[in-house]
């Protein structure tokens, strides 16, 4: 036989797995949520002043601090921002490329990056759930791919997007099928994901607490998942925590749920 003889064979074999994968009920699913949720989103965001408009507040707030950092206005030592970092630096890109472009177009940068980060989700909420067959991802991806609140969020510079998309990639990472990875890198990672999910915004500790409650009986597991989330929330935040712990207690934990102006009770 010559040398390099079973290449053909090798490759035909290749390509025909991934057209049987193309082919997989799940799959197909999964691709048409995902598209229909882009669709939906970026039809939001062509609607008229949605690109390059006023839409939102706290949209402005969040890019605007970006466009603060690359210049050197660092959060919380120069400004208050209510928000862990991780929106900032997620930002920041965009806001490098506002430099050279003006503002303007560094958010409509921004808010399209949101809105593929919230069709992302689709695709990883799917992944999840693929081996439970073609009903559990029509339902599972169909209903996040439209959702209200989710093409809501999705429409501007949010935060609620990157959260979603990070403890998905966390919950992914973590999850083999219905059990908990044996595998400590991927709980490793899964754990940094989740951990930078909590420095874009505090309600990532409630995922986080439900798969470190999972991993209680293994030790092990337990300990590098930890690890995994004080490593990828602390990397983030510790510099900022670092040049002005007061100010940064202040913005995250006083302003958040402290005493409020003008608060209001809502009855059960």
Excluded: N
């Amino acid at each position: 036989m010559k040398p390099g003889a079973e290449a053909p064979a090798g490759g035909s074999l290749a390509r025909s797995r991934l057209a049987a994968a193309w082919r997989d009920p799940v799959t197909v699913v999964i691709t048409a949520a995902t598209v229909l949720a882009l669709g939906l989103r970026a039809y939001e965001l062509s609607l008229p002043g949605y690109l390059l408009g006023l839409t939102e507040y706290d949209d402005g707030s969040y890019f605007g601090s970006a466009v603060h950092l690359v210049q050197g206005i660092l959060p919380y030592r120069d400004f208050i921002f209510v928000q862990p970092p991780g929106i900032i630096l997620l930002m920041s890109p965009a806001a490098l490329v506002a430099k050279l472009t003006g503002t303007a177009s560094g958010m409509a940068i921004g808010r399209v990056l949101t809105t593929l980060a919230s069709a992302g989700g689709v695709v990883l909420v799917g992944l999840l759930v693929r081996h439970r067959g073609v009903l559990a991802a029509l339902i599972a991806c169909g209903v996040l791919a439209v959702f209200p609140d989710s093409i809501a969020a999705a429409h501007t510079v949010l935060v609620e997007p990157w959260l979603v998309l990070f403890c998905l990639l966390g919950a992914v990472a973590v999850f083999d099928w219905d059990r908990l990875t044996a595998s400590r890198r991927r709980l490793a990672w899964g754990g940094i994901a989740f951990g930078f999910a909590g420095a874009i915004e505090g309600w990532a500790i409630i995922p986080v607490l439900v798969v470190a409650a999972i991993c209680l009986p293994w030790v092990r597991r337990t300990v590098t998942f930890a690890a995994g989330v004080a490593a990828g929330f602390l990397v983030p935040v510790l510099p900022f925590m670092a040049l002005a712990p007061a100010r940064f207690y202040q913005s995250l934990i006083v302003a958040q749920v402290g005493d409020r102006s003008q608060e209001l009770r809502v009855p059960i």
